[in-house]
């Protein structure tokens, strides 16, 4: 089936299999590793990307769900090799260690900040309810997604 697909603000067009894994063809096909597949089953969001804004899990997205669709992966937040000022956020709040979990927890993060201006601690953990960290126990990413909605804030919120 021709597919497409507009990633990180380029469009693509690509004959796929429509039924295979979104995660599967943004990795393999378009090289966009940044997202991890960890259980394939919704459980961990390591393969979390928006689709249209909103966070997704990539492993149970099939790509016909994601034609026409706006898809943004954790490349496309910012260039290469540049840290955006919510990655900074992490880095500077302790809140990567092995970093596995990190791209879907920052995804889940870019969508929450989208749509609410000054999040609580509460609606931070709610958002990133469907991301599992095994290294940091949470707080410091709660730390600097909070720091980030004040920054965002400062600016101009
Ligand atoms: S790989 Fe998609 S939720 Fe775990
Ligand atoms: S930093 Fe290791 S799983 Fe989150």
């Given at each position: 089936m021709k597919l497409t697909l507009r990633i990180n603000g380029s469009v693509v067009e690509q004959d796929a299999d429509p039924l295979a894994r979104l995660s599967e063809f943004l990795r393999q096909v378009l090289g966009l590793t940044g997202l991890k597949e960890g259980c394939c089953e919704g459980e961990c969001g390591a393969c979390t990307i928006l689709m249209d804004g909103a966070p997704v899990h990539a492993c149970l997205t099939l790509i016909f769900q994601a034609h026409e669709r706006e898809i943004t992966?954790?490349?496309?937040?910012?260039?290469?090799?540049?840290?955006?000022?919510?990655?900074?956020?992490?880095?500077?709040?302790?809140?990567?260690?092995?970093?596995?979990?990190?791209?879907?927890?920052?995804?889940?993060?870019?969508?929450?900040l989208?749509?609410?201006?000054?999040?609580?601690?509460?609606?931070?953990?709610?958002?990133?309810?469907?991301?599992?960290?095994?290294?940091?126990?949470?707080?410091?990413?709660?730390?600097?997604?909070?720091?980030?909605?004040?920054r965002r804030c400062e600016a101009g919120c």
């Open positions: 992966t954790v490349e496309g937040l910012g260039d290469a090799g540049v840290l955006t000022d919510l990655q900074a956020q992490f880095a500077g709040a302790g809140a990567v260690q092995c970093g596995y979990c990190t791209p879907g927890i920052i995804m889940s993060a870019e969508g929450l989208r749509s609410t201006l000054t999040p609580s601690d509460e609606e931070i953990r709610h958002a990133l309810a469907g991301n599992i960290c095994r290294c940091t126990g949470f707080e410091t990413i709660v730390r600097a997604v909070a720091a980030e909605a004040a």
